[in-house]
């Protein structure tokens, strides 16, 4: 069965310090691994999209890494801001017939709290 | 970005009533999808539309549901009958870009079943 694991459950952090993030995935065939912001109520935001071959991916200050052997990915978020609380959201895309038709498969979340 | 817009924002039912929620992508794609997120629980795929057609559907989009593109440019997902389960974030997602699977999503749909 297709799986997405996220750790922590939630994090609560200060103001300006480093995070990392993790997801371990169990998803065959896999296309690629996305990172995704979600604020309460809101629908989730793409951060990062990473296939087969690569390794590691920034955006900002969000670096997602990637070891398709043993299938764990990692987002490090760096010098940390308030507007930073949300949850983050692993999503593993694995194609399941042609045309480029594809289905997401999501974690859980890391539920991030930034606080002053 | 073009976006993706959703009605209504919130919806508030009984239990056996039908609800209809409905997507607007501002972009012509032949992909779309609808998302399912329960309050505190991680967001479930429902279905897939390609062509106007059902590309692809999870176990929970049983009979109780119907995705329709009534007049070429919206999309809605029907449920009808809602039970107080059904009571959840609705998500539609278009591609971001033509010819990749990254995703974009609308702001959601709140469904409340009383």
């Known amino acids: 069965k297709n799986q997405v694991e996220q750790s922590p459950q939630s994090l609560i952090i200060l103001e300006g310090k480093n995070c990392t993030l993790q997801c371990n995935y169990t998803v065959s065939p896999f296309s690629n691994l996305r990172w995704y912001k979600q604020d309460t109520g809101r629908g989730p935001v793409s951060l990062t999209i990473m296939t087969f071959s690569e390794n590691t991916k920034s955006n900002g200050r969000y670096t997602a890494t990637l070891d398709a052997d043993t299938k764990q990915s990692s987002l490090h978020i760096t010098a940390s801001q308030l507007s930073d609380s949300a949850s983050y959201i692993c999503v593993v895309s694995h194609s399941y017939s042609g045309a480029g038709s594809y289905q997401l498969t999501f974690g859980k979340g890391t539920k991030l709290s930034v606080i002053p | 970005e073009p976006e993706v817009t959703q009605t209504p924002s919130h919806q508030v039912t009984q239990m056996g009533q039908e609800v209809i929620l409905r997507c607007v992508p501002i972009?012509?794609?032949?992909?779309f999808y609808w998302y399912r997120q329960i309050l505190g629980q991680k967001v479930e795929f429902l279905v897939s539309?390609?062509?106007?057609?059902?590309?692809?559907k999870s176990e929970i989009f049983d009979d109780q549901f119907s995705v329709e593109r009534p007049d070429g440019s919206n999309f809605t997902l029907k449920i009808r009958s809602t039970k107080l389960e059904d009571s959840a974030m609705y998500f539609c997602?278009?591609?971001?870009?033509?010819?990749?699977?990254?995703?974009?999503f609308g702001p959601g749909t709140r469904l409340t079943v009383l």
């Open positions: 539309f390609y062509n106007n057609e059902i590309s692809e």
């Open positions: 972009s012509n794609h032949l992909y």
């Open positions: 997602a278009r591609p971001r870009l033509a010819g990749t699977n990254e995703q974009f």
